[in-house]
């Protein structure tokens, strides 16, 4: 049986910045989490970082690679670089799918670590824009496909095709 990567916040627990969850309700979700799919991992708090913490983002005209490549840093509303905490996840969600055989996440869309759409645009101002977070960026770079929480027909397709052996 295929396991998901998840982000933790999607599992119900309070993880993110702002101290709270952001539990995931769709009836798919629901059915790998009764089947037993779901590899419950937050790269934020997995790098070091507390809850609650302060908002960060990805410095504006910048992408994940970027980060990754060390030309840009993962900054919090008041200034500081935590880009290392972020990177530390990373690596450990690349580390945790490994252990568990995972071939695809579903990671929080807009989150600097986990989105795999869109991301904030570093002015935190609310503002989005087309982007990846630095652990989409890096599953994605080892060959395990990510999906949002806003996508999970498309994610539940893959892991059948997966399941079928096309994936």
């Given at each position: 049986?295929?396991?998901?990567?998840?982000?933790?916040?999607?599992?119900?627990?309070?993880?993110?910045?702002?101290?709270?969850?952001?539990?995931?309700?769709h009836?798919?979700?629901?059915?790998?989490?009764?089947?037993?799919?779901?590899?419950?991992?937050?790269p934020?708090v997995?790098?070091?970082?507390?809850?609650?913490?302060?908002?960060?983002?990805?410095?504006?005209?910048?992408?994940?690679?970027?980060?990754?490549?060390?030309?840009a840093?993962?900054?919090?509303?008041?200034?500081?670089?935590v880009?290392?905490?972020?990177l530390?996840?990373?690596?450990?969600a690349?580390?945790?799918?490994?252990?568990?055989?995972?071939?695809?996440?579903?990671?929080?869309?807009?989150?600097?670590s986990?989105?795999s759409g869109?991301?904030?645009?570093?002015?935190?101002?609310?503002?989005?824009?087309?982007?990846?977070?630095v652990?989409?960026?890096?599953?994605?770079?080892?060959g395990?496909a990510?999906?949002?929480?806003?996508?999970l027909?498309?994610?539940?397709?893959h892991?059948?095709?997966?399941?079928?052996?096309?994936?």
């Open positions: 049986m295929e396991k998901i990567l998840v982000s933790a916040c999607l599992m119900g627990q309070a993880v993110r910045y702002d101290g709270k969850a952001k539990t995931a309700e009836e798919i979700f629901a059915r790998w989490r009764a089947e037993g799919r779901l590899v419950s991992y937050c934020e997995a790098g070091g970082l507390p809850v609650p913490r302060p908002p960060a983002e990805i410095e504006p005209g910048a992408d994940a690679a970027t980060v990754l490549r060390g030309g840093r993962i900054l919090t509303s008041d200034g500081a670089d880009s290392r905490p972020f530390n996840g990373a690596a450990g690349l580390a945790a799918a490994r252990k568990h055989g995972v071939r695809m996440a579903v990671l929080k869309e807009g989150s600097p986990c989105g869109r991301v904030y645009d570093g002015t935190f101002t609310g503002a989005t824009l087309p982007g990846r977070g652990t989409t960026e890096v599953l994605r770079d080892h395990i990510v999906f949002s929480e806003e996508d027909p498309a994610a539940d397709a892991l059948r095709a997966l399941e079928a052996g096309e994936g």
